[in-house]
């Protein structure tokens, strides 16, 4: 079994990356592969990253409320682009109410602060294998 | 929703980034389609340049890359990067961020930057490397870069790949020397020493310079050596017998400087990597690098084809596991079981893959 | 120490090993007993604090130990300053008159993520994000219009702003001179403290040098043109929040300030010209008696630093004055009700440690910006321990504790080992180009996660004391998306309304001014005066300075 790529992405102009960078170690440590983007990306940015290394999963970190614009954006980008079937996932401050918007759109589950890692770690697993087992 | 590999291959062929990044990934993973698309991209391979970076943690490598990627742009030239980093051999993830440093070519169309992890193979990797790389080259990149972390047998393996590569130091990356004597000096077409302004560089390019001409004293001036056979890489060997041919077309791998913080140098090193390239062309060698690669690549087919019949055939599985009593009583030596194995196996080799 | 004094250590010491085996024996509870760098002991006495001088200080006195004023809280309780901006600069306008009007001393601006990366409100990067984190400021007409009414004469306003602090510090003051208003009176704070964005925050513009150069400009400038203004507040909020421990806020906070006074005296300043302008914004956490030492610590070393390292003459240059701010990164989302319990504990360790201004957490703030009512609570918070506790009736109360004398002097060690281990790699600025400062910072920041995944930290409502909740409860501000449509509005008059001519004339001459030594703060108040936006003045010097590329460290 090949390794799970997860693209970490922190969009728009928030520079705090302790939660990221804790996650991006986590996935590590649970045997991903993860390609960190950096701060400060836009939504262009992030699509053209998730294509190009042709991830898995992308795992917004968005702590600045700007949350409704961006996210919605990725998605749409990925669309765009045919790669409607990578599992965009994230957490941040976003109240539960715009949570469940962005899951409405397109997103997968949404992580509030206070999660532990292997919360996030196992949704990633279980919704791989879930796929994996699809198109076996 | 996976495409067809008809569809795959049509968008490839029309240029579109999510196909290339599909196809990447089919030939990393020698998933289903592997060998089909090899084939069909064949004609395709062998326009582009490669270009090897290697180097210690902390050099900035990235840093020289993404200028590097800057220049060849304004040249008109197209570039993809393929970035090798380490799998942690404790959980078999990896964090690859090398990506973070070539922001300002992330949204170019002319630029695809892929991350690879080493997944804990070593002679497996370079293969890998190199078949990503002609997936590259036969979207039509004409300029590719293999960026690889320390200096081991892994980076010598990969480096054996391009047609040029270069080796990054920078002053503080620990015992200089002893960084050299790890086979670089064997690998390295051009050094770079990189944070020129910090204290020791001009020392460590003196260093470089030293090595080089204490092995024109000893064992010749050593061209750096590639093509060499698969199963027996021994440098120094090589390096006399090189000597002993007496090569007359050498390259003198030229030791420079940057600062590629500040974009210093890059001209000059871009200079001496076309240079290189076209000692390549006119001394043959680059055909020669060239044919070596696609021996090399048939070589790691037929034992990728050999692992996958027979170790995947169960009835030779089972045979092998009869043995071990003879083995362990003494009444058969692994030389004698093995070729006892191959013996029977003649048909299971030469079988056609399902 | 006389001979009765030795034997009583003596025998203290005596009854302290009898004391030890009856704790050795006992039942215990399974439970960390540590503060945010190490264990600490059961219990503490005499012996610890042995000839240690610190008990013997007074309040106001070198090296301020116990307090920079003599008068304690007696003379001024602390400033509370509520951190607040959101929307547009009318929103926010309104959001500091609510505040004035209950009670609030001092005002504290909080900018939007476009503001802090220097970004106008109107440009691409800034979609979605107008007005979100804070208040939209892209212009001396955005200023203008967030103090009207406000006579900035007669407050003190903080704002934290780093990347381009210089240029919203050149809208408040050309705001003054709008307002008819003598800039010498002005009083407040920039916190334009680029060293810790580089190792924690990441609200950067500039690549390091040219960023500390318009710093020491400001200091430069300030001192002859407002001198009653605070030109930095060297910061371990950030630093903390980011994970680092205590020992590490305490000493990497310190080490940037020694930073910024050798610069100053590099450009060839009088030390004691810039540092009486010199403040400082700590951290305060969970652990109370650890954020009490650390503030008594960080006043002893700056004193001591300044006095004996650096030469300073005037008293002045050798107190501390700092803000404080609870801190954000123990707030929980899970039953947020508790938070206001944390703020409450920590707003005490903060008056406990001697702070000269506070801001206390909403309880909300993990999920959104606060609501009215929630921030009056968090304001109430610091009412009721000003005037019901009988707290700040005594200076530094906790003085001469067994136990928070000790833990001061301990963390006073572990901050002089840094400072000689950061002096071993070269100092804070390479520090942060090899990333050393940032991984030491992201390691505690691991073993924390680590602590509290396995449980060996507990987190109230998050890992422990668990409820199934159904709907939050308490209502969340929502900062409507016509922010950022009315603030592309106001500005799009704004540029028309304005003399372009004068504009451009403006931007050239401190972008040719950036190629040279000159001080560039009377360059940026001449594009403030003349309504150039932050982008295009900070555009102006990023033609020249270049722009910070980011260096990751894991």
């Known amino acids: 079994m090949r390794p799970i790529r997860v ?68 998605l749409e980008l990925l669309r765009a682009d045919g790669r409607e079937d990578i599992l965009v996932t994230g957490g941040g401050i976003i109240p539960r109410e715009d949570m469940d918007a962005l899951e409405a759109r397109g997103t997968g589950r949404l992580f509030g602060p206070g999660t532990p890692t292997s919360e996030l770690v196992d949704y990633i697993h279980d919704w791989f294998e879930a796929r994996e087992s699809q198109t076996a | 929703m996976p495409q067809s590999f008809d569809a795959l291959v049509a968008d490839f062929e029309a240029g579109k980034s999510a196909a290339l990044a599909r196809a990447v990934s089919i030939v990393e993973n020698h998933r289903a389609g ?16 490669r270009l090897g970076i290697t180097g210690p943690p902390g050099a900035g490598k990235s840093t020289v890359t993404n200028l590097i990627v800057q220049s060849l742009r304004q040249e008109g030239h197209t570039a993809g990067v393929i970035a090798v980093d380490p799998t942690s051999p404790f959980t078999g993830g990896a964090l690859l961020g ?18 690879m992890a080493t997944r804990g193979s070593l002679g497996g990797l370079s293969a890998r490397t190199a078949e990503v790389a002609d997936v590259l080259d036969a979207f039509g990149f004409d300029r590719i870069i293999i960026e690889t972390v320390g200096v081991g047998q892994t980076e010598l393996d990969i480096a054996r790949t391009a047609d040029t590569t270069v080796v990054v130091l920078v002053p503080e990356s620990g015992d200089s020397i002893q960084t050299l004597k790890a086979g670089v000096m064997e690998i390295a077409d051009i050094f770079v020493v990189n944070k020129g302004d910090r204290p020791g560089a001009d020392r460590l390019r003196n260093d470089i310079e030293l090595m080089l001409g204490l092995r024109r004293g000893s064992t010749g001036n050593v061209p750096a050596h590639h093509g060499v056979q698969l199963r027996s890489f021994n440098p120094i060997r090589v390096a006399r017998e090189a000597a002993r041919a007496e090569d007359p077309e050498r390259w003198t791998p030229p030791v420079l400087g940057t600062i590629a913080s500040k974009g210093e140098g890059i001209d000059v090193l871009l200079a001496a990597v076309a240079r290189h390239f076209r000692y390549l062309e006119i001394s043959g060698a680059l055909k020669g690098r060239r044919r070596i690669r696609l021996r090399n690549q048939v070589a790691e087919v037929v034992a990728e084809r050999v692992r996958n019949r027979l170790w995947d055939d169960p009835e030779t599985n089972a045979w092998l596991d009869a043995q071990l009593d003879l083995l362990e009583s003494g009444a058969a030596t692994p030389f004698s079981v093995a070729d006892e194995l191959l013996r029977r196996s003649g048909p299971l080799l030469t079988g056609v893959e399902a | 120490m006389t001979t009765a004094e030795m034997l009583e250590l003596d025998r203290l010491r005596e009854e302290v090993v009898q004391w030890r085996a ?93 503001t ?19 208040v939209a400021i892209s212009s001396l007409a955005d200023m203008e219009t967030l103090f009207e009414g406000i006579p900035l004469d007669k407050v003190s306003t903080s704002m934290t702003i780093n990347g381009p602090a210089v240029i919203l510090f050149a809208f408040y003051v050309a705001a003054a001179e709008k307002q008819g208003v003598d800039i010498r009176e002005l009083r407040g704070t920039i916190q334009n403290d680029i060293l810790k964005e ?37 910061s371990g909020y950030h630093i903390r929040e980011a994970g680092a421990t205590a020992a590490q806020e305490l000493a990497f906070t310190l080490a940037d300030g020694f930073t910024y006074v050798e610069r100053g005296l590099a450009r060839g300043l009088d030390v004691d010209d810039f540092a009486p302008r010199l403040s400082f914004f700590w951290d305060i956490h969970n652990d109370f008696f650890e954020e009490i030492a650390k503030l008594r610590a960080a006043r002893r070393i700056w ?62 703030e993990t999920l959104a910006l606060p609501t009215e009512q929630a921030v009056q609570v968090a304001l109430r918070t610091q009412q009721v321990l000003a005037y019901e506790t009988g707290v700040p009736n005594v200076a530094d109360p906790l003085g001469g504790s067994y136990y928070v004398e000790a833990l001061t002097d301990k963390l006073e060690r572990e901050a002089e080992a ?69 603030q592309r509005a106001r500005m799009a008059t704004m540029r028309a309304a304005r003399d372009n001519t004068l504009v451009e004339s403006r931007l050239t001459a401190l972008r040719e001014a950036s190629r040279t030594d000159a001080n560039l703060m009377p360059f940026i108040l001449d594009c403030a005066r003349a309504y150039c936006t932050l982008y295009e003045i900070r555009a102006a010097m990023e033609e020249v300075f270049g722009a910070y590329r980011e260096p990751v460290f894991f």
């Open chain 1, 7 to 74: 693209l970490v992405a922190k969009p728009g102009l928030d520079g705090h990356d302790r939660g990221a960078k804790v996650v991006a170690a986590a996935l590590r440590d649970a045997g991903m592969e993860v390609i960190y983007t950096g701060l400060h990306q836009t939504p262009e940015m992030i699509a053209t990253a998730a294509i190009q290394e042709d991830v898995d999963v992308v795992g917004l970190s968005i702590l600045s409320g700007a949350h409704m614009t961006l996210i919605p954006r990725v």
């Open chain 2, 34 to 49: 592997y060998d089909e698309l090899m084939t069909r991209l064949h004609p395709q391979i062998g326009r582009a340049q």
């Open chain 2, 98 to 115: 090398d990506r973070v440093r070539m922001e300002s070519v992330a949204l170019d169309p002319g630029v695809y930057i892929r991350s």
């Open chain 3, 22 to 114: 009856r704790f050795d024996a006992a039942k215990k509870r399974n439970a960390l007993f540590a503060n945010s760098g190490d264990v600490v002991d059961p219990v503490y006495t005499a012996l610890d604090v042995a000839g240690d001088g610190s008990a013997m200080e007074l309040p106001g006195d070198y090296p301020f130990t116990r307090g920079i004023h003599a008068t304690g809280y007696r003379g001024k309780l602390w400033t509370m300053r509520q951190f607040a901006g959101f929307g547009t600069a009318p929103e926010t306008n309104a959001r500091y008159k609510y505040l004035l009007s209950h009670g609030q001393t001092g005002l504290s601006v909080a900018f939007d993520f476009p």
């Open chain 3, 116 to 134: 802090l990366m220097g970004y106008d409100s109107d440009h691409p990067r800034s979609e979605g994000e107008v007005g979100k984190c804070g």
């Open chain 3, 198 to 234: 580089y190792m924690a925050q990441h609200a950067w513009v500039y690549p390091i040098e040219p960023a500390l150069r318009l710093i020491v400009d400001n200091f430069e400038w300030s001192a002859e043109h407002v001198p009653l203004w605070n030109t930095i507040s060297i």
């Open chain 3, 303 to 364: 004193a001591r630093h300044l006095k004996e390292r650096f030469g300073a003459k005037d008293p002045r240059s050798l107190i501390m004055r700092f803000h404080s701010q609870t801190a954000g990164v123990t707030l929980t989302a899970q039953q947020p009700m508790n938070n206001i319990v944390r703020v409450a504990y920590q707003a005490m360790a903060a008056v406990l440690g001697g702070t000269q201004s506070l801001h206390t957490n909403s309880m909300d």
């Open chain 3, 418 to 486: 840094l400072f000689e281990q950061i002096a071993e790699i070269g100092g804070v600025v390479h520090g942060l180009e090899t990333g050393w400062l940032q991984r030491k910072i992201a390691e505690s920041s691991s073993r924390q996660q680590w602590e509290i995944e396995q449980h060996r930290r507990t987190i109230v409502g998050v890992n422990e004391f668990v409820t199934e909740e159904g709907e939050l409860t308490i209502p969340l501000l929502k900062v409507s998306e016509a922010a950022e449509r009315d």
